[in-house]
């Protein structure tokens, strides 16, 4: 399994992103796949995820409200939509995906992850 993340650039506060995870899979609807995010001297943290077989979704309670994650099986394609963007939420934004209906908020129980793509906010 491949994934791509792509999507990232430089925006101001407040502005808008749509972030999205390529995947290489035969059938991305039954992966669930995970948001995660490292910003520069910081640990890897949790952002979204989407569930497989389903597509429930959660999210850190630092980005409830103003990211959605979406997915687009037909596509194999799982979207992460930022509005409302601030200068904490600067970072390496990376997907994982596990098969199943996993859906955790923990980076360890995600087998295949992708390169990030960088988001960078400024004030």
């Known amino acids: 399994v491949q994934l791509q993340a792509s999507g990232g650039g430089l925006v101001q506060a407040g502005g808008s992103l749509n972030l999205s995870c390529a995947a290489s899979v035969r059938a991305l609807s039954t992966y669930s796949v995970g948001w995660f995010r490292q910003a520069q001297g910081k640990e890897r943290e949790f952002v979204a995820a989407?569930?497989?077989?389903?597509?429930?979704?959660a999210y850190a309670d630092s980005v409830k409200g103003r990211f959605t994650c979406s997915r687009d099986n037909a596509k194999n394609t799982v979207y992460l939509q930022m509005n409302s963007l601030k200068f904490e939420d600067t970072a390496v934004y990376y997907c994982?995906?596990?098969?199943?209906?996993?859906?955790?908020?923990?980076?360890?129980?995600?087998?295949?992850w992708g390169r990030g793509t960088q988001v960078t906010v400024s004030s």
């Open positions: 994982a995906a596990e098969a199943g209906v996993l859906f955790s908020p923990q980076s360890s129980r995600y087998t295949y």
């Open positions: 989407t569930r497989g077989f389903g597509g429930n979704t």
